[in-house]
């Protein structure tokens, strides 16, 4: 398009807005409804008109920004893993689910993720950051942090997943040990949850979390793929078999 088509565009509008106007206005002055209507909000208008102007919070617009951004749905990738397809929601600041494709139908996985992130997904391709993050977790079984979003979930929940990720791959601890690190001796039951409302397996390897005992005890995807996890990791002791 050029200057001038655009010019002509600006011309046409003034003149059916002008034309518009013209109308309005004969309209007006035959018509005693519409006139007492203009009576009513012409009133209306001068009011609102005297009231004081009130300054704006110093954070609006920052605070419209922010919301707006958390509106804004998360992408949700395919990422082929060792593991299998890995369905992977994510947004501007890292990762926010990740499921490892089974049986289930796609939709209900989209459907299923949804309902755990409260806001929908759009197919969008994965960043480079975010999928070279991936690449290297099956590269070296640790994840860069700084690329992975938990920042829905309670502070405890938050503290118990870092503390999963300190412990080595190939290596387990139990529930009670991350109660202790944590500082919350007596909580290896809600530690147990923590770990299983883990919305980032893997990267945060809920996996190298058993029981007491060495029991595997619970996984999302079944203790057969936990310890095919742990294997693949070069673990080659972790109690009793559940």
Known sequence: MRCSDVQEVWDERRE???????Q?????????????LYKKNEGVAYCLSRLALVEPPIRLATNILEHLKSLKADGLATFASPL???????????ITFIA??????????????????????????LPVRLRETLEAYFRTWSADEANIDISALTP???AALHQAALIPAG????????????????AARAVGQAMARNPVPLLYPCHRVT???GNLHNYGYGTAMKRRILIMEGCRSYGRQA
Not at 84 to 94: H, I, K
Request: proline share 3%; hydrophobic share 40%; with cysteine.
């Open 16 to 22: 059916t807005a002008a034309s518009r106007y013209d």
């Open 24 to 36: 309005i206005a004969l309209h007006l002055r035959a018509c005693a409804h519409c006139q007492a």
């Open 84 to 94: 299998g397809l890995l369905r992977v929601a994510f947004r501007e600041s890292g």
């Open 100 to 125: 490892l494709e089974s049986e289930e139908k796609a939709c209900d996985i989209r459907a299923r993720i949804e309902r755990r992130l409260r806001r929908p997904l759009r197919d969008a391709d």
């Open 156 to 158: 405890f929940e938050q």
């Open 171 to 186: 290596q387990t601890r139990s529930y009670g040990w991350i109660a202790v690190a944590i500082g919350r001796p007596h």
């Open 211 to 213: 029981a007491a005992d």
